[in-house]
T-cell receptor, first 111, second 112 residues
Framework: SQKIEQNSEALNIQEGKTATLTCNYT??????LQWYRQDPGRGPVFLLL?????KEKRKERLKVTFDTTLKQSLFHITASQPADSATYLC??????????FGGGTRLMVKP | EPEVTQTPSHQVTQMGQEVILRCVPI?????FYWYRQILGQKVEFLVS????????KSEIFDDQFSVERPDGSNFTLKIRSTKLEDSAMYFC??????????FGQGTRLTVV
């Protein structure tokens, strides 16, 4: 079965800098890779979806890349703000709609 | 903006009791899901539901779990005889297709 790995250590950055989070998967290349934001005690909130035939996707200050050779996705937040502090989850799905999640990386943006 | 709503937000139950967690998915969505998240761990898939039947389920979703869509709007998860290890956040989600999932705010289930 698919295994999704994210850096479990928190990422601390200064406001205004670019945050880069990594997601690696171990088995088959997923058809879709998604990123979600989760705040403490709340449900995941969808941010971006990228398909396996896409290299990059952007939405406002967010950018996602998908490298099927490296089996990796990078998630970037440019001009980060303290309000971006949260846990970011990577998830994959294929023909079935069920999502397989990574453990998430906590981002702390300091003013 | 449409949202998935879950009730109750917090449920405390005694071991061995039955609980029903309720969800109202987004109205024009076709696929419904339950996930759970044990404190400090990953969000884990339990079951998906489409066209009034289970389409996929994980190993966690054993005989003590069941799902139902009793009417046109509600989607429920029943745990027949709760165990201590069932304590977790349970999230309902819905999708229009193979696309982004919309999650509810969760029900925190505490089994004592």
């Amino acid at each position: 079965s698919q295994k999704i790995e994210q850096n479990s250590e928190a990422l601390n950055i200064q406001e205004g800098k670019t945050a880069t989070l990594t997601c690696n998967y171990t088995n088959y290349s997923p058809a879709y890779l998604q990123w979600y934001r989760q705040d403490p005690g709340r449900g995941p909130v969808f941010l971006l979806l990228i398909r396996e035939n896409e290299k990059e996707k952007r939405k406002e200050r967010l950018k996602v890349t998908f490298d099927t050779t490296l089996k990796q996705s990078l998630f970037h937040i440019t001009a980060s703000q303290p309000a971006d502090s949260a846990t970011y989850l990577c998830a994959t799905n294929n023909a079935g709609n069920m999502l397989t999640f990574g453990g998430g990386t906590r981002l702390m943006v300091k003013p | 903006e449409p949202e998935v709503t879950q009730t109750p937000s917090h449920q405390v139950t005694q071991m061995g009791q039955e609980v029903i967690l309720r969800c109202v998915p987004i109205s024009n969505h076709l696929y419904f899901y339950w996930y759970r998240q044990i404190l400090g761990q990953k969000v884990e898939f339990l079951v998906s539901f489409y066209n009034n039947e289970i389409s996929e389920k994980s190993e966690i979703f054993d005989d003590q779990f069941s799902v139902e869509r009793p009417d046109g709007s509600n989607f429920t998860l029943k745990i027949r005889s709760t165990k201590l290890e069932d304590s977790a956040m349970y999230f309902c989600a819905s999708t229009a297709g193979v696309a982004e999932a919309f999650f509810g705010q969760g029900t925190r289930l505490t089994v004592v």
